[in-house]
């Protein structure tokens, strides 16, 4: 999807350090943003996600933070575990309900 | 809690055959996905249902395709006749008009 770039389609990350992932989106009129996670062989798993009237959201390792003014979202995982080795999508709603993903980032997490 | 079932989770066939893929949502959700993710485009949304109804299927890429949604609780995408381009994941996702899609295991077509 144009709207959406998520530009580095992997990360390597030694384990016990953070791990950030970004997007960017073009369309204004997204409102809510979610990060889902997907392991091989098995579908994308909902992760964290944060409204527009947000700019941060804590769900214990996992950190999302949403930048309106320049559209950007990013993750933060600390401390990352070998367990977070797994390809991250960011997801992008608008008031249609549709969801708009990112290309997916693979993260993968040294022992 | 069950969780959204697609059925085959692997399917080879021929091209020119026909493929019906299945999907049975959450009980209670009221919107059905369809989508497909290969390596070139990523995960593509194929069609949206609420309340059994097509909403936007936009994202069908031709007429070979088409997905119908006949109660509540199960969809089919199907695709007349299969191409090797069509090779790909297939996921099917159910939401009940929260914030939040929920994603089956996926389906994953080979037409050779």
């Known amino acids: 999807d144009q709207q959406v770039k998520q530009n580095s389609p992997s990360l390597s990350v030694q384990e016990g350090r953070i791990s950030i992932l970004n997007c960017d989106y073009t369309n204004s009129m997204f409102d809510y943003f979610l990060w889902y996670k997907k392991y091989p062989a098995e579908g994308p798993t909902f992760l964290i996600s944060i409204s527009s009237i947000k700019d941060k959201n804590e769900d214990g390792r996992f950190t999302v933070f949403l930048n309106k003014s320049a559209k950007h979202l990013s993750l933060h995982i600390v401390p990352s575990q070998p367990g977070d080795s797994a390809v991250y999508f960011c997801a992008f709603r608008s008031n249609d309900y549709k969801l708009s993903f990112g290309a997916g980032t693979t993260v993968t997490v040294r022992a | 809690d069950a969780g959204v079932i697609q059925s085959p989770r692997h399917e080879v066939t021929e091209m020119g055959q026909e493929v019906t893929l299945r999907c049975k949502p959450i009980?209670?959700?009221?919107?059905l996905f369809w989508y497909r993710q290969t390596m070139m485009r990523g995960l593509e949304l194929l069609i949206y249902?609420?309340?059994?109804?097509?909403?936007?299927d936009s994202g069908m890429p031709e007429d070979r395709f088409s997905a119908k949604m006949p109660n509540a609780s199960f969809s089919t995408l199907k695709i007349q006749p299969s191409e090797p381009r069509d090779s790909a994941v297939y996921f099917c996702?159910?939401?009940?008009?929260?914030?939040?899609?929920?994603f089956g295991e996926g389906s994953w077509l080979t037409v050779v």
């Open positions: 249902f609420n309340n059994n109804v097509p909403i936007d």
């Open positions: 009980s209670g959700h009221n919107s």
């Open positions: 996702a159910s939401s009940d008009t929260g914030n939040t899609i929920y």
